[in-house]
Every structure is written in C-alpha cells, then in structure tokens.
C-alpha cells in the first residue's frame, strides 16, 4: 500500500521560510511523479511543484524563485523548501505521487496516490 506522510507545516510571518517533507512508502523509490500541491479555502487544489517523468523540476509560476523541490532517495523523502512565504502561501500542502488534477479539492482527486496534508499559514 503507498504512504506519503507530510510533515514540517507551521504558522510563519511573511518573508520566512520552511520545509516541508514527504517521506513515501509501499512502492519501488523513484522521485518521478513525486510532488507538491496546495489547497487554500475556497480554492481548488493546485500544482506547487513536481518532478517530471524525466526527473527535471517544475514549478508554478507564483512560486519561481522562492520554492525548491528535492529529494534524498536514501530516506525516500521529497521536500519542499520554501522562502519569502507571502500571506497567499497559506494553504493545506499535500505531497502526491503520479497525481493528475482534475479540479475540484485535493483529497478528492480520482489519480494518484495522497498524503493527509500539512498546514502552512503565513501572516502579514
């Protein structure tokens, strides 16, 4: 059974940083298909960042430059750091393996396998 668990959300002033982690289990590691998305109230679920079938990093436009996708494939964990939070940053990060979205909330997605979330606020 895949398991991603996410950790490392907390409540930050604007301008700082964290680092969120995803540690995976129940499948062969591969860092492809791995990634970030986020829900803030009364939106849908949206990309983040993600690792591409090729390895390569994308990331969404409102987030270049300030957040950066890795992994350690020895702890098979994906992380997410993230600097100059901005108080629209604020949003439920759930880490996802071969996720295609399809609108709507993340945890009802049809593809792909979830984690439960890790909370991220952001104040002004």
């Known amino acids: 059974e895949v398991q991603l668990v996410e950790s490392g959300g907390d409540s930050v002033q604007a301008g700082g940083s964290l680092r969120l982690s995803c540690t995976a289990s129940?499948?062969?590691?591969?860092?492809?298909?791995m990634g970030w998305y986020r829900q803030a109230p009364g939106h849908t679920c949206e990309l983040v960042s993600r690792?591409?079938?090729?390895?390569?990093?994308v990331y969404a436009d409102s987030v270049k430059g300030r957040f950066t996708i890795s992994q350690d494939n020895a702890k098979n964990t994906v992380y997410l750091q993230m600097n100059s939070l901005k108080p629209e940053d604020t949003a439920m990060y759930y880490c996802?393996?071969?996720?295609?979205?399809?609108?709507?909330?993340?945890?009802?997605?049809?593809?792909?396998?979830w984690g439960q979330g890790t909370l991220v606020k952001v104040s002004s």
């Open positions: 996802a393996k071969d996720a295609e979205l399809d609108g709507g909330s993340c945890l009802s997605q049809e593809f792909g396998y």
């Open positions: 129940g499948f062969t590691w591969n860092e492809s298909g």
């Open positions: 690792f591409s079938s090729g390895g390569s990093a």
